[in-house]
Nanobody, 123 residues
């Protein structure tokens, strides 16, 4: 199981952009698919975007389609989440998670969760 560290969060005005990074440990990064999740205060954690181990398949929650883009750089052991046109409803702690050989469809989060990175969007 890989361990991940999320970074890149911050405070941004509505309409702005942020790029989150998820850096994973281990030599087997390339066989893992990844998912970005978020949790707002008082709400359950929700899946935002996923990317398959090959990078060929991505999925997005309806609430972020057209605004967020997930990508990966195997050479850097890093998965990114580019967030554009941010709105206050995007305010949450964002988490990254890994699933071995994830090729698309339902994503089953692994047991390990990082501490997340806080994203705050002001109106």
């Amino acid at each position: 199981q890989v361990q991940v560290v999320e970074s890149g969060g911050g405070l941004v005005q509505a309409g702005g952009s942020l790029r989150l990074s998820c850096t994973a440990s281990g030599r087997t990064f390339s066989v893992y698919g990844f998912g970005w999740f978020r949790q707002a205060p008082g709400k359950e954690r929700e899946r935002v975007a996923t990317i398959s181990w090959s990078g060929k398949t991505t999925t997005y929650a309806d609430s972020v389609k057209g605004r967020f883009t997930i990508s990966r750089d195997n050479a850097e052991n890093t998965v990114y989440l580019q967030m554009n046109s941010l709105i206050p409803e995007d305010t949450a702690v964002y988490y990254c998670n890994a699933q071995a050989y994830y090729s698309g469809g339902n994503f089953n989060p692994g047991a390990y969760w990082g501490v997340g990175t806080q994203v705050t969007v002001s109106s």
